[in-house]
T-cell receptor
Framework: DTEVTQTPKHLVMGMTNKKSLKCEQH?????MYWYKQKAKKPPELMFV???????INESVPSRFSPECPNSSLLNLHLHALQPEDSALYLC???????????FGQGTRLTVV | AQSVTQLDSHVSVSEGTPVLLRCNYS??????LFWYVQHPNKGLQLLLK??????LVKGINGFEAEFKKSETSFHLTKPSAHMSDAAEYFC??????????????FGAGTRLAVHP
């Protein structure tokens, strides 16, 4: 099973809402990532979890809060977002160095 | 630090003709290189990878790429384009991080259009 599953596929939220994005993988990967992708741009790294510990926060605003409950799950909690946060949010996982990352299908987030 | 340059932002071909998407990289050590494809409103799918084995790498859907260290290039080719190949293509190099994971360094992307 070489699949990363993201839910929901689409999300519309108001600026005062709290919502969560979920990501799951069962490949035994120990690194998991959140990326943000704006239209016609490459993905931008937001967070990296390595062995369930937050290893990298790429200066992401605190209105985005990641969580890694176990080695298979990764969440992204959203609160008080701005319209400019509207984007495709991608989750990915990888084994160790020099191995490929597998991406989920993404969550299309619209902030109104 | 690693970096990737995709030399063409847009490539347009006719169905049945060859595809060439160009990628140059910069790396301070022997890199791992990947090509990913992204269809509209979809996630990224791995096409192929180079990890210091054979320099000619074959991928899915008839794509292949050749690693040329002397030219620091990793161009993606396909002998005959299909309409379903129309998508965004990203060349990616990995950057080793101390935390035991790869940081992916993306090129800006090349949009491939395929015309009947």
């Amino acid at each position: 099973d070489t699949e990363v599953t993201q839910t929901p596929k689409h999300l519309v939220m108001g600026m005062t809402n709290k919502k969560s994005l979920k990501c799951e993988q069962h490949m035994g990967h120990r690194a998991m990532y959140w990326y943000k992708q704006k239209a016609k741009k490459p993905p931008e790294l937001m967070f990296v979890y390595s062995y369930e510990k937050l290893s990298i926060n790429e200066s992401v605003p605190s209105r985005f809060s990641p969580e890694c409950p176990n080695s298979s799950l990764l969440n992204l909690h959203l609160h008080a977002l701005q319209p400019e946060d509207s984007a495709l949010y991608l989750c990915a996982s990888s084994q160790f160095m020099n191995t490929e990352a597998f991406f989920g299908q993404g969550t299309r987030l619209t902030v109104v | 630090a690693q970096s990737v340059t995709q030399l063409d932002s847009h490539v347009s071909v006719s169905e049945g003709t060859p595809v060439l998407l160009r990628c140059n990289y910069s790396s301070s050590y022997s890199p791992s290189l990947f090509w990913y494809v992204q269809h509209p409103n979809k996630g990224l799918q791995l096409l192929l990878k180079y990890t210091s084995a054979a320099t000619l790498v074959k991928g899915i859907n008839g794509f292949e790429a050749e690693f040329k260290k002397s030219e620091t290039s990793f161009h993606l080719t396909k002998p005959s384009a299909h309409m379903s190949d129309a998508a965004e293509y990203f060349c990616v190099v990995t950057q080793r991080e101390a935390g035991g994971y790869n940081k992916l360094i993306f090129g800006a992307g090349t949009r491939l259009a395929v015309h009947p």
